[in-house]
């Protein structure tokens, strides 16, 4: 599959989605299931990226110090929970990453 | 109508701007063309989803897997679509289209909120149309600033660092109950372990585990 036919589905479906309640208002309704399970999906997507992104840096597990993602991505979380703001815990998370890399 | 839809917007695109910068940077690093690239942000249109697809493009998972992946991600759309559905069911079935283009997260925040204290006028649908330019603009050209400056930023940056970052910054705040939590730990430590998956099926798997785990704990208290 081409890139751009990827994105002409995803695109597609992404609309078909957005389109679904205003095209057929008052025929059916969210199932309460769908409903529920909702505000799971964006800590589970997200959570599923950042794991191993963090703790598999060269595709194997690293729990150590030597891991420089994740004391960095420590320092994320820490400014995360303080500002829940989001350029700042980008930004104190990428300037720990290069700190510590240039240090070690 | 149309411009106080625009101001309504202003504040959240400065918070815009950056995410848009940060996608095309990143999927020129994931080595989609300047083309492509700006053009998932038109297609697709969806901040996450976008930064998503890219990174799995990067890892040559097959296309079913991508594009599923961009449909979960993305789901919370359906209700977005039920929840501003009774405000625009008198629309012309062009404007339903155009609004359901322009319905994004951050659409979505400011219109809402409109309608909730305003009720439906006659003009109302200019309000939601204004709010979706302003951030449709401002998403099209902060990706398209991202993609010309990406290709000019070095390895040793580690810009690929910025999407666990920008993933940790939106999850941190929305873990506000156990079973959040729980879903989110465990989907996170069920990405570990099917990591090894084929079709880089794991993080969908990964994603669908830690969802039922929060839905399941959610049932139970």
């Known amino acids: 599959m081409s890139v751009w036919t990827i994105f002409l589905i995803g695109g597609l479906l992404t609309f078909a989605m957005r389109f679904s309640f205003i095209y057929a208002f008052g025929r059916f309704r969210v199932p309460p299931a769908l409903h529920r399970a909702l505000r799971f999906v964006p800590p589970a997507v997200l959570s599923a990226i950042v794991f191993p992104a963090v703790l598999m840096p060269d595709d194997r597990l690293a729990f150590g110090l030597g891991n420089h993602r994740l004391l960095a991505a420590a320092v994320a979380v820490l400014v995360a929970l303080r500002t829940r703001k989001t350029l700042p815990t980008i930004v104190a998370g990428m300037a720990a990453l290069l700190l510590l890399q240039a240090a070690f | ?6 101001r309504a917007e202003a504040p959240i695109l400065v918070g815009v701007f950056p995410f848009g910068l940060i996608y095309g940077a990143l999927a020129r690093n994931a080595g989609l063309a300047p083309l492509p690239a700006q053009m998932m942000s038109s297609i697709v249109f969806a901040g996450s989803s976008q930064f998503v697809a890219a990174k799995l493009i990067a890892e ?4 079913a897997v ?20 009774e405000y625009v069911r008198d629309l ?17 925040a400011a219109t809402i909120v409109h309608y909730e ?9 200019w309000f939601f149309l204004g709010a979706g330019l302003a951030l449709w ?24 660092f910025a999407l666990p970052l920008t993933f940790i910054a939106m999850v941190v705040p929305t873990l ?21 998956l084929p ?10 585990v830690g969802i039922a785990v929060g839905m399941i704990l959610e049932t139970r208290q």
């Open chain 2, 137 to 160: 603009l401002t998403w099209q050209v902060s990706s398209a600033l991202g993609i010309f400056a990406g290709a000019a930023i070095p390895p040793s940056w580690r810009l690929d």
């Open chain 2, 199 to 208: 079709y880089k099926l794991g993080l969908i798997a990964a994603a669908l």
């Open chain 2, 1 to 6: 109508m149309l411009w106080a839809g625009v």
């Open chain 2, 176 to 196: 506000l109950d156990f079973p959040v939590v729980a879903a989110a730990a465990t989907a996170g430590v069920a990405a570990l372990l099917a990591y090894g």
């Open chain 2, 117 to 125: 204290l305003d009720g439906v006028k006659p003009e109302s649908h």
């Open chain 2, 60 to 63: 040559a998972a097959p296309g």
């Open chain 2, 92 to 108: 012309p079935l062009r404007w339903k289209v155009a609004l359901s283009y322009l319905l994004t997260d951050e659409a979505y």
């Open chain 2, 66 to 85: 991508i594009v599923l992946t961009i449909v979960v991600v993305n789901l919370r759309h359906l209700l977005y679509s039920a929840s501003v559905a």
